[in-house]
C-alpha cells in the first residue's frame, strides 16, 4: 500500500534539506566575511564547516523559555507553521527527471499556496509574543506578503502562458530550446524580488529589522524555537532559488553533467546571488517597500502577462 | 537603480580583494610599549621592590581592584605586605599606573589572560612582580627621595643638599 | 476507499472548525480556526476532483484575505469592556430571524438532496486547471464580467475612500 519508494525519497530529502540549511547559515557568514573584506567564520572543523553544528548544540541548549504574557499554544505553534509551511513546498520541486516527489499538474500553485501560509508562522509569532515590536513585525509581515505575493503570482503567469502547464517538469521540459529568463527577463527580475520579500531576506527583512524593531516578530523566541524560524528562513532562499531555476534558469537542463549536478549548480549561485544582494544593498523604509510593490512591480507584472499573453495570441512563439 | 547595481557590483569585486582580518591567535597585532595591559610590579636597579605600599594606585583606582597592606622594614624602608589586584574587575585603564610616585606599578602590552576560573585572575604579589625595571631602568626612588633609610641618611640622596644645622648660625 | 475516508475527516474538521470560529471567545482564534476551515474544505475540494479550486482556495482565502483579517484583528484592542457589550447585543431575540431563514435553507437543501439522482456522486473526475479556464471563458464569460465589474466598483470605491481630501476641502 505505501509506496516504499516514496518514503525513502522523502526521508532522504529531509535529511539532506536541514544540514543543507545549516550548511547556509555557514556559507552566507562565509560570504558575507569576503565582501567585507572578513574571514567569516573559519575556525570549527575545516573552512570552518562545522560552525553551525556548534550554533545549533549552543542553541539547543538555550534556555527555552515562554513568556507569562504570551499566547501559549500559538506562541508554540507558529515556529513550526513558519518552518513546515516552507518544507512542504518542496515536495513538488523538480529536482531533477527522476528526482521528485510529486510531479503534480498543480505543482507551481502547490509552492505559491505553501508560500503563502508560510506567513502565518511570522504573523501568529508577532500577535502570540505580546510585544508591541513583535506586533509591529508581524503587521509589517502581514503588509508585505500581501503585497508581494500577488505579483509573485502574476509574474509566474508568464511562464506559466509560455509552458502551457502549471506542472513544474513540464515547465522545466519546455525551456528545451531556449530557457525562460531570456523571454521573460522581466517576469524573473520581478520573481526574485518578490521571492525575496517572501523570504524576508535582507534587503527587505522588514519583519525582524534589528536595528527598528529589536528583532521584529522573533522577539520573544529563544533556543529550539528561534532555531526552527532560522531553519524557516534559510529553507526558504533554498525553495526561492530552486523555484527560480526550475521556472526561468531552465532547471536540470543543460549540457555534458548529469542533471542533478546542474540543478544544484544553477541553485547555489542563486543562492550565492541572495547573499551578495544581503550584503551590498540597505532595508528600504516600509512605506518605499509597499509604494515600490504595488506602483511599480505590480504594474509591471501585469503588462508583461499582458504582453506575454498577446504575443502568444498573435501566434508568436 | 543604477546605483544600486553599480553597489552590487562593487561588493562583489571585493571578493577578490586582501583580507583586512588579523588573523589573531596565529599572527599577533604590534601593541606598543605603552600598551596598557597586564600590570606588573617592576624592582629598582639593586632588585629591590620599588613599591612603598603608599596606597595612592589604590585611591587612584575606579574599579577598586587593588588591595595592598603596607609594613616597615628593620631598615626603615616601607614595603607592601601584601599586594593583591583583582584582574576581573581591572578596566587598564593605567590610572594606578599615572598615580605611582616610584614608577613600582607598571602597564605592560600582554593582554592574554584569559582563564577558566575566575579566582585565578586575583593576582598577587609574588605573581605581579617582575625581576626587571620595566619602562624605567635605573631608577631606583630612595636614592632620589630626601627620606632617611639605612645604609643612607638625610641628604645622601642624588641632587640633595646636605641638611641646614638649624643650631648654626653661619650660612 | 481510504480517499473516501480521507474526505469524511477533513469534512469534519471543516465543520468542527467552523463551530469553533463563532464560539471561541478571542477573535484572533477565530480567524485561525476559520483558516484551518477553509484549508479542511480545499482538501475536500482537492478530493472531490478540483485539484485547481484546491490550490485558489489555499492562496486566495487562507493565504491573502485571511492574513488581511488577522493583520485587522491584530490592530484592534479588545477590551473585557468590548466583551461585555457583545454580550448585550447577542440577545436571543436578535436570534429568532436567522435561524429561522437557517433552517428554511436548511430545509432547502436537505429536499433537494433528497430530490437529485444518487448516481452522480459514484466517482470522481480530475477537472484540470485548462478546462476551468475554457468554462470560465466560454459559457461563463458573462459572469466572469459582471463579477469583474463588482470588484472594480469594490476597487474604485475603496480607493475613493482611503483617498486623502485635500486641504482646502475642509
Known sequence: MWDMELLLKITLLVSTLLPTAALLVWLERRLLGFWQERCGPNRVGPFGILQSLADLIKILFKHDWIPPFADKPLFVLAPLIGALAVMMSFVVVPLSPGWMISDSHIGLLFFLAMTSLAVYGVLLAGWSSNNKYALLGGMRAAAQTICYEVFMGVSLLGVVILAGSFRLSDIVQAQQGLWFVIPQFVGFVIFIIAGIAESHRLPFDLPEAETELTGGFHTEYSGIKFALFFLGEYLGIMLISMMATTLFLGGWLGPWLPPLVWFLLKTLLLICFFILLRASLPRPRYDQLLAFGWKWLLPLALVNLLVTAAIKLTGGT | ?171 | MIIQWLFYASATIAVVASLLVITSKNAVHAILYLVVSLLALSLCFYLLGAPFAAALQIIVYAGAIMVLFVFAVMLFNISDEDVRREAQWLSWQAWVGPTVLALLLLAQWVLFIQLAPASAMTETIMVEARAVGATLFGPYLLAVEIASFLLLAGLVGGFHLAKKLPEDNQ
Request: contains cysteine; glycine residues 6%; neutral net charge.
Open chain 2, 1 to 171: 537603480m543604477w546605483s544600486q547595481l553599480v553597489t552590487i557590483w562593487r561588493v562583489f569585486r571585493h571578493l577578490f580583494a586582501a583580507r583586512d582580518t588579523v588573523r589573531y591567535p596565529e599572527q599577533k597585532p604590534y601593541l606598543s610599549p605603552r600598551y596598557r595591559g597586564r600590570i606588573v610590579l617592576t624592582r629598582d636597579p639593586d632588585g629591590d621592590e620599588r613599591c612603598v605600599a603608599c596606597n595612592l594606585c589604590a585611591v587612584a583606582c575606579p574599579v577598586d581592584c587593588i588591595s595592598l597592606q603596607k609594613t616597615e622594614d628593620d631598615d626603615g624602608r616601607w614595603r607592601p605586605a601584601f599586594f593583591r589586584i583583582n584582574f576581573s574587575r581591572c578596566i587598564m585603564c593605567g590610572l594606578c599606573e599615572e598615580a605611582c610616585p616610584t614608577y613600582a606599578i607598571q602597564l605592560t602590552p600582554d593582554v592574554e589572560m584569559s582563564e577558566y576560573d575566575r579566582n585565578s585572575l586575583v593576582y598577587e604579589k609574588e605573581h605581579l612582580t617582575i625581576d626587571g625595571q620595566g619602562k624605567y631602568p635605573g631608577y631606583s626612588f630612595y636614592r632620589k627621595a630626601g627620606i632617611s633609610i639605612k645604609g643612607k641618611a638625610k641628604g645622601e640622596a642624588d641632587q640633595e643638599e646636605k641638611p641646614v644645622d638649624v643650631r648654626n648660625l653661619l650660612p
